[in-house]
Each structure stands twice: as C-alpha cells, then as structure tokens.
C-alpha cells in the first residue's frame, strides 16, 4: 500500500490518529478543567507510567483540551541537575502571552509581568546555561513580590498571581510538566508546598505532571500530604479492544481493512504498548501489498519494526550505560525471565553477579538517574522501558 498514505505515527510523543484507550482520562480532566474555573477545589494530577505508554502525548492531549477551554498553558520538560525556576518562569510566560491579549485591564497584566520578571531573575547563573530565553523586558522587575530566593516562597506568590490574572477571564491556568521525576527534592518540595496553598485557595490553576512509575514515591518522599494533594492515573499498555481500535480506525479512515489473525499477531507482537502498536503497524502498512492487512504482512514486516526498536528504542538507551551499568542490567534480565521483567530484589541481582550489594550502588543510583531502571519499593529494582529485559536476553545471546 501507498506509504504516503501510512496513517501510523511511531514518533516519540507524536499523537497516534486514534487515541484508544484513554478516554477516561479525557473526560476526567474536562470535569477538573470546568470545577477550577467554576471555583470549585480540585486536586492537580500526576501521570505516571513506562516508557512508550503514551503519558507524552496524553499530557499533551491534556493540554490540547485546556486551551480549547480558553485556559493559559504553559509545558516544561524537567532535567536532572537544573533547577525548575526559569523554565517555569517560561511556561507562565507563555500562559500569560495566551490570556493577556484577551485581558481588558493592560496595567493589570504588566503587574503580572514585573512579577514573572522579579521570579525568573532570581535564576542562579548555572541553572541559565544553555536557555536563551530571557524574562520580559518592556517592564521593569517588581520588588517584594516573588522575589524572595526561596523558591516555594516564590512560587506561592507567582502562582496566586497568575490564577488571578486568570480568573479575570473566568478561566484558569495549566502548567504541565513531563519527566517530572527528574526534578530535584528540595524544587519538587517546593513545588508541592505551592500546589498545597493553591488548592487551599480553590485558585484556578493546576499542575499536571507526568513521569516513570516511581515517580508517585518521589512526591511522598517530598512532602508527606502529596499522597493527598495529587490524583494520581496509572498509564499503562492498551487492552486488546483499544489495541484493535487503534490499529483499524487509522487504517479504515484511509480504506484499509484488517483480518481478524492479523490483530491477533499484532498484539501478540506490541504487547499492547503505545509506541510499539505503532511501530509495528506503521511497518506492516508499508508491507501490506493490498487490503485485508494479513497475518502473512505482520510476519514480513515484523523483523523490520524490531529492528528498528532495537536500534532507536532499546539500542540508543543500552548505549547510554557504563559496562559496570550494563552488567547490572544483564543480571536483571537474567532475573526477570520468571516475573516478565517487573520487578527483581537487588540482593538478587548481587547475589547473581556474586558481589555485596553496597559495591552495587553506584552502577543502580546511575541507572536510576539516566531513567533506565525505578526503585517503586525498597530493595527492588525494574526496568523503565517494556520489553528492555528481553531486548538484553537477545543481545547476550
């Protein structure tokens, strides 16, 4: 078939043409989306998940419908090792770009600027390196006002300003944050500490984040109420319903039918997951010579998608590792053949390399901070990315 016509989008954090399975998630938010600007309390939420489940683009799909509700909305991706000031300051910047032309009180957004400038000018000059970006200056900095240095201070009194200028509207404001596991403990307290106040002001604004499946753990670890301060949705792998949907919506907008053995071996093959759903499919449409989309086109096309998987998806976080980081990693395979590579005790994994699990630390804390295995539990282990045990199992052999 025409691979012009190809409807499949295996991109990282590319939207898929049909976004199965996560309706409940959707029509969540519009109800949180309609309780904050009514000045109801609602909580923030916190997407966690593997990698290639989709928490991106659901993020992203989240977003989406905030702005189509007239909302202000701003995205970070956080990093490890820099501080969330400035990129925050962007992200509310942004918002404000959204709301202020629509705001018929100009002296009331230019208040709201000196503030935003006041917080992004407290950025440490080693948390600039690299951002280009520059706080507004067609106005001058405000003084008193999150201006402090400490950042929960701060943003206590940028959030409360922006939700305000916000409510002018009747609207809200949406700050969205991808690999939120990523900030660091004292900015992810302060955080925390920012959205506790928010919410106890019924403000209309909210953080949503998304990051790995620890990621619930590390907020508990920050603050002790963040337990109750977020809605937390687990993303997981499709079932086979929306694994189907996914695969024929696509495929019928474009004419193109699938047999019922080829569903089956598509799923047997993705597992259900996102990314690979994609990726499989978009190699047996190239493959495919002609409509009904056979179990013989998935067996052609099938070494392709997992070649490629092998390369960009597993292949280019493999290559990341340290050997000391690969060899613990190897053992975890070895470990996870019985559990379908979920979890593994780290006294396992030393007592399979024969080392003290003390020796061990340091090549699981790199693994941990590169994203490529979570601690969910004390004394555990997992990899963040589906199938990355099996991927390891293939290679030693």
Known sequence: ???????????????????????????????????????????SLVLSGLRGVGKTVLLNTLRSQAIKRAWGTGKIEARPDQSVRLPIAQALHTAMRELGHRHRDDERVDQFSAVLKAFALRTAANDRKGIRWHPPVDVAAAKGRADSGDLEMDLIELFTDAADLAGDLSVGVGLFIDEMQDISADDLSALCAACHEISQQSAPLVVVGAGLPHLPAVLSASKSYSERLFRYIRVDRLARDACDRALMIPAESEGVQYDEEALDELYAQTDGYPYFVQAFAHSTWDHAPTSPITIKDVAVAAPEASAELTVGFFGSRYERATPAEREYMRAMAELGIGVDDGAVPTAEVASTLNRKPQSLSPARDGLIKKGLVFSAERGTVAFTVPHFGKFLRTRTA
Not at 26 to 36: A, I, M
Request: aromatic share 4%; net charge neutral; glycine share 10%.
């Open 1 to 43: 078939m025409d691979p012009i016509r190809n409807p499949y989008a295996p991109g990282a954090g590319q939207r898929p043409p049909e976004l199965a399975g996560r309706d409940t998630e959707v029509r969540q938010f519009e109800v949180v989306l309609e309780r904050v600007a009514a000045g109801r309390p609602e909580r």
